[in-house]
C-alpha cells in the first residue's frame, strides 16, 4: 500500500500485519514493513510508539533525535529504536531508505542491550550490507503480496539483531583470559560450569571476571553459558536423530524439563516444534 505521509513520494511503498495471538504471546513479529524515498517533507515525531524500528539507509541523509542525542544516519547506516521512549527522524531531500517496525518476546529489552553496547542508535559496521538486503527483500517481497509464516519471521528478526550484536562488541583477543574462559565453555558445556570455575581458569576474581567478560562479549558469563549450551542444542536437533532427552544431557542439563523451560523461554518455541520447523514441518499447535 501507499503511505500517505508527507514527503513520501509515489514509487514507495509500505505493508502493514496484524499477529496472531500465539505471536504476540510468545514470539517477536512484524508490524509494518516498507521502502521509502523522501524529500525533506517526511519526518515523524513521537512521544512514544509501542514498537521498535529497524532501518537501512539505501541513499542520502537523515537527521534521528532520541534520548537527548542527536545524529544523522547516511547511506549504508543501520537505525536501531526502541520507540517507546521519545524519538524524532526527518529527512534530507533524496532519502531512500528500508525499515521493519517489530514487536514481541524480549524484543524492547534485546534493542536497548544492543543499542547500549553499540554506544547508540547509528550502526556503521560492514555487516550493515547484509542487514540492509534482508530488509530490501522483506520489503520487496511484501510488496508482491508474499505471507512468510510468523516462526520464520521470529527468527529472521532474531537473525538480524544478532548480526547487530555480533558487530556491537569489541573483539575477544585470542589467548586473553576472557579468550580462554571461552573456549573453557565450548568445550565443556556438557559439564557444570560456574563462576568460580572460570574465575580460577583466568586468576581472576569472581567479580572482576563478571565485569570484563562482559564487557568484551556483550553477556555475563551465565549468559554466555546458557547461549553457547542453546547453539549446540539447536544445531543436534537440526543435524542429529538424538532424542530432546539426550541433547539436554548432552549440553548440560540435568533434567529434560528444566532444557525445555530454558530453550522455549530463550528460543522462543519448544525443541521438539524448533526441530520440526527446522525440517520443513507444520509447527504444531501449543
Given amino acids: 500500500m501507499k503511505s500517505v505521509d508527507p514527503g513520501i513520494l509515489p514509487q514507495s511503498h509500505c505493508s ?165 574462559a571461552i573456549q573453557y565453555i565450548i568445550h565443556h558445556v556438557g559439564e557444570p560450569i560456574s563462576l568460580d570455575d572460570l574465575a580460577r581458569l583466568t586468576n581472576f576474581s569472581p567479580c572482576y571476571l563478571s565485569h570484563s567478560f562482559k564487557k568484551q562479549t556483550g553477556y555475563s558469563p551465565s549468559e554466555y553459558v546458557i547461549n553457547t549450551r542453546l547453539e549446540k542444542a539447536q544445531r543436534l536437533l537440526t543435524h542429529s536423530r538424538k532424542s530432546v532427552n539426550e541433547i539436554a544431557f548432552e549440553v548440560g542439563y540435568g533434567s529434560a524439563s528444566s532444557f525445555i523451560n530454558v530453550f522455549t523461554r530463550k528460543v522462543g518455541y519448544t525443541p521438539k516444534a524448533f526441530r520440526t520447523m527446522q525440517q520443513g514441518g507444520s509447527v504444531p499447535k501449543k
Fill in 16 to 180: 502493514t500485519f496484524q499477529p496472531s495471538e500465539n505471536a504476540k504471546k510468545s514470539l517477536i513479529y512484524m508490524t509494518w514493513c516498507g521502502h521509502y524515498f523522501c524529500t525533506r517533507e517526511y519526518y515523524m515525531s513521537r512521544e512514544t510508539y509501542p514498537y521498535n524500528l529497524l532501518l537501512f539507509v539505501r541513499r542520502g541523509e537523515m537527521d534521528v533525535r532520541c534520548r537527548g542525542e542527536e545524529y544523522v544516519a547516511q547511506k549504508g547506516e543501520v537505525v536501531l529504536l526502541d520507540c517507546v521512549h521519545p524519538h524524532y527522524y526527518r529527512a534530507h531531500d533524496g532519502l531512500e531508505f528500508v525499515y521493519i517496525h517489530f514487536d514481541g518476546l524480549n524484543s524492547h529489552e534485546l534493542v536497548g542491550q544492543i543499542v547500549e553496547l553499540n554506544g547508540g542508535p547509528i550502526f556503521r559496521q560492514e555487516q550493515n550490507l547484509e542487514v540492509g538486503k534482508e530488509l530490501y527483500e522483506t520489503a520487496l517481497l511484501h510488496e508482491r503480496g508474499t505471507v512468510q509464516n510468523a516462526l520464520h519471521v521470529h527468527f529472521w528478526i532474531n537473525a538480524l539483531l544478532q548480526k547487530l550484536s555480533l558487530v556491537a562488541v569489541p573483539p575477544v583477543r585470542e589467548g586473553s583470559p576472557i579468550d580462554e
